[in-house]
């Protein structure tokens, strides 16, 4: 048997695998969407488009900067490099 990726509108890195059809396209995917944020999960199937995030900010944020864009948009976070208090259960910080 030879497996293949599922195919359709599926923009993440699935590890679901089809019995390969020979010349026909694979189904689209019926997987649950695994798209979410800190304010929701979306309810659709992998293979259908995800309704936008409504909220106004997005949670992306350190004590020193904070995303200033909707939830739906694309993050203009830049990953903080200044020292962090926060200490990590190994105990580092």
Not at 34 to 59: L, M, N
Request: glycine share 4%.
């Amino acid at each position: 048997l030879v497996h293949r990726r599922l195919q359709g509108n599926c923009l993440q890195d699935r590890r679901t695998f089809a019995v390969c059809h020979g010349d026909e396209p694979c189904p689209p995917c019926e997987e649950p969407c695994d798209v979410q944020c800190g304010h929701s999960k979306c309810t659709s199937k992998c293979r259908e488009p995800c309704i936008p995030c409504a909220e106004e900010r997005c949670f992306s944020r350190c004590p020193h900067s904070a995303c200033t864009m909707p939830c739906a948009a694309p993050c203009n976070h830049i990953p903080c490099s200044k020292r962090c208090d926060q200490k990590l259960q190994c105990g580092h910080q």
